[in-house]
């Protein structure tokens, strides 16, 4: 009888150590589960573009612009209305940040003039010091935006006057 009553016992404790493991597995696959749904980047390699993307958010004027060729026709980015050239993407992310871009393609100077007017803007307008920036602006409006008779600035065909 007791021995009978041993190997009873001994069942039952070899059972419960099966369920035991059985629970702990379980748990395990749902946590496992779980995680690869919810946080599938827990487990994936690391982002090659997550880099890119935190340098724009710390300084988006940083970040080089690509612009769509798709939008670029006859030398002219479409959605801007500048013309395509070296520096395009620093006027379009420096220049545009306060106002219309249209206040830089209605407007025509020489270098000085330009000058002028970013000196003017910085002292009146809350425009910031442009730093290595300015070289590469100026170069590109004073090649592309000069004054009608250095001949270098194509012709008008819709004149849209921006809003204020
Ligand atoms: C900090 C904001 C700010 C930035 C950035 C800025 N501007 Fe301006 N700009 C202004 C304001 C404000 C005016 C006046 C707008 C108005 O008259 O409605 C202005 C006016 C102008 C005008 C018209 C000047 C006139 O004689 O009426 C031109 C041209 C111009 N900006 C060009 C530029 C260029 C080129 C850049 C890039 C280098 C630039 N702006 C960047 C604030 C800014």
Known sequence: MTEKKEIYQQAI???KRTISWATLLIVVAVI???QLTYFPRFFSAPNENISALDT??????LATMNLNP??????IHIPTGLIVDDGVDQVIMTCGACHSLDLVTQNKADRKGWKDIIVWMQ???GLWDL???????????AKN????????????EIIDWYEL
Request: glycine residues 6%; aromatic residues 6%; negative net charge.
């Open 32 to 34: 496992f589960t779980i």
């Open 56 to 61: 724009s958010a710390i300084d988006p004027m």
């Open 145 to 156: 935006y000069a004054p009608v008779d250095e001949g270098r600035r194509r012709n008008i």
């Open 70 to 75: 798709d939008e670029i026709e006859n030398g």
């Open 131 to 141: 730093g290595e920036k300015e070289e590469v602006i100026l170069t590109y409006l």
């Open 123 to 125: 002292e009146t307008q």
């Open 13 to 15: 404790k070899q059972a």
